[in-house]
């Protein structure tokens, strides 16, 4: 906002303060026009002269006064919401803030929002939209750095843009196609309205069905038959090399722009153009990204390049350059080791090829199945993490490990989602329904309890994935003995006593490593979490018996952060007795060692006398 041209139109003097505060908030871009004389103001002479000499030079009108007066003094001067300014009207006392024109293009809606906080006032917004909680269509291509295609009748038009917004403000059908995910089509998923329908594939849309079309996506798709909007996000990466010294600028723009809609993929969904070290002064490729692309122009060592795989190596192409390929290998590297849409094509400025170009795409932005492995957490819904709690919200198959995860923790699945208990099932059932999903392209979210990586079993599921080149994530989660620590209020951790946490498991149906017995664990005396133990409390006593004093503090948790939480606390040489006594099974931790409840020894952390970057 600071950058934008911003002038404030007081109609009383009995109003300046109020503008002042605005002048405050925005700085040098804000200019005050008052007729009457006041602290570094331009003076009006007549109201109709300075809104006839401001409204075409704005980007911002600010009125504050009378909505009467702002619409009669503005009405003459309205041409196109495209090059209107936002004029905002606020009345003398500051209590309402109006949003009077170019609500979404101009930005007067958001404006309005900004200023009614800063003001302590009311906003008032009147567009259909916002008011139903609709995206604004003609600005969502601004908001998320998007290129935007208006079709109607298979012409493109920015006037058809009101059609479109109107059918969909209105409630009509709408299809919404989303070939490509990314952090913005995860909130136009989330934040669908109850009238639009999601695809992932153009084929399974029946057009019959829906009077507009919305779709983001990088791919040019046939002739469609209704009024679509299209939004090009830049997710392309473009690879590129040449002869020294090329020039033809415009001839290599033009061939790379007709081979990308030749491929059906939208020049205007090209991110950026990557080439090796070599090529970073080359004038033609450093005038095609700035004045043809307005893109940025990055380069790479010749090793890096070398290092990626590509489908096309040249033994020409290494003599010369070190690398067995640029364009390739430049856009592959730049898609985080990503898929080629577009091999090495051959380009020509002059007589002869002098150019090579590629085109790829960043796995993870493609509708392809996904597996995301997720810490559920110790079992409060509410301390799975913010990503995780995401990840069920857009998943189209949550399998959770339904004896050890609160069900509640799936309620936030969304609408269609099939949600399923793993429970009583074997490992060649879980991995069968989770391909089944992930071959037709779904998300699939395997939900664990605690932090997945400790004893969560997912090593054997990741062998699969991997077996069959299956693309997944991992999303870590609060473990257990972090809840423990809560719980009991205790620091693990205590200045010149213990400064190791321990986190292991007594000897059960899994066998132990001889260098990991609990006895010999002991030894350090450490604080120690052991998990999975309860049923063999007996043996876990006798093994710290030989290291830890039978008087050191123990606690054994059941179900923690659960509705039904237990802790027990007590003397080592009493944990089996509290195990047994209080029937405490799965779900139990055991904490053992001094740091429980301990509230001796102070960290040099905070002392006066240990100075620190952030304290001289």
């Known amino acids: 906002m600071d950058k934008k041209k911003l002038n404030i139109v007081v109609v009383s003097a009995g109003s300046l303060p109020l503008a002042y505060k605005i002048r405050d908030i925005y700085g040098s871009s804000a200019t005050i026009h008052c007729k009457e004389e006041g602290e570094n103001t331009t003076p009006i002479h007549t109201l109709d002269e300075t809104v006839k000499t401001l409204f075409p030079v704005s980007d911002v009108l600010i009125f504050i006064g009378a909505l009467g007066i702002c619409v009669r003094s503005i009405a003459p001067y309205i041409r196109d919401k495209y090059v209107d300014p936002a004029v905002i009207c606020i009345d003398s006392t500051g209590k309402h803030v109006v949003s009077v024109l170019s609500g979404h293009i101009g ?32 600005t969502l291509a601004d908001r998320f750095g998007w290129t935007q295609k208006v079709i109607v009748r298979e012409e493109v038009s920015a006037s058809s843009m009101n059609q479109c917004i109107a059918a969909f403000v209105n409630g009509k059908p709408t299809a919404l196609l989303l070939d490509i995910r990314t952090h913005e089509t995860d909130y136009i998923e989330k934040s669908c309205p109850a009238h639009v329908d999601i695809y992932y594939r153009l ?51 033009e061939q790379i722009t007709e081979t990308l809609q030749a491929h059906r993929l939208y020049p205007e969904a ?22 043809y692309l307005h893109r940025p122009f990055i380069t790479y060592p010749a090793d890096v390049l070398d290092a ?18 640029i364009s390739e290998a430049a856009a592959l590297h730049r898609a985080d080791d990503g898929i080629l849409l577009l091999e090495k094509q051959k380009g020509k400025c002059g007589e002869c090829n002098d150019f090579t170009y590629a085109v790829a795409i960043p796995k993870a932005l493609l509708r392809q199945g996904h597996i995301e492995i997720v810490g559920a957490g110790p079992g409060d819904p509410d301390l799975i993490s913010i990503r995780g709690r995401r990840m069920l919200e857009k998943a189209d198959l949550i399998l959770y490990a339904g004896s050890l995860v609160p069900k509640e923790l799936t309620f936030c699945a969304k609408k269609g989602a099939t949600v399923r208990s793993s429970a009583d099932m074997n490992l060649d059932e879980q991995f069968a329904l989770m391909k089944d999903f992930y ?25 699969f994935f991997d077996q069959y080149r299956m693309s997944y994530h991992i999303t870590p989660g609060i473990s257990s003995f972090q ?19 321990i986190l292991t498991r007594g000897e059960g149906r899994t066998p132990m490593l001889e260098k990991e017995h609990l006895h010999k664990l002991a030894a350090s005396q450490s604080t120690m979490c052991i998990f999975l133990s309860a049923g063999i409390a007996d043996q876990v006593q006798a093994e710290l018996l030989q290291h830890y004093a039978p008087e050191t503090p123990v606690a054994a948790c059941y179900k923690l952060t659960w509705p039904d939480e237990r802790i027990y606390r007590g003397e080592l040489k009493d944990l089996a007795r509290i195990v047994k006594d209080n029937k405490l099974t799965l779900t139990t931790l055991l904490v053992v060692g001094d740091a429980i409840d301990n509230r001796k020894g102070l960290s040099r952390l905070y002392a006066d006398e240990f100075k620190h970057l952030f304290r001289k």
């Open 107 to 138: 930005g007067a809606n958001s404006l309005t929002e900004t200023l009614a906080v800063a003001l302590g006032a009311e906003p008032v917004i009147t567009t259909q939209s916002d008011n139903q909680g609709f995206w604004a269509l003609d």
């Open 483 to 501: 809840a423990a620590a809560a719980a009991l209020r205790s620091q693990f951790t205590i200045p010149e006593k213990v400064q190791t946490i």
């Open 203 to 253: 084929s399974d849309i029946d057009f019959n069905r829906y009077d507009l079309l919305l779709a983001i996506s990088p791919f040019i798709h046939p002739e469609i038959p209704i009024p679509s909007i299209i939004y090009i996000p830049p997710v392309l990466h473009l690879g590129i090399g040449c002869k020294k010294g090329v020039t033809g600028t415009a001839r290599l723009a």
């Open 308 to 325: 990626v795989n590509v489908p096309n190596p040249s033994d020409k192409v290494k003599q010369t350059t070190q690398s067995y390929s």
């Open 439 to 463: 071959d037709k392209g779904l998300f699939v979210v395997r939900l664990h309890t605690g932090d997945p990586c400790i004893y969560g079993a997912i090593q054997e599921q990741m062998a």
């Open 270 to 291: 090209l991110a950026d153009v990557s080439s090796i070290d070599l090529k970073k002064e080359e004038p033609v490729l450093q005038q095609y990204t700035s004045e």
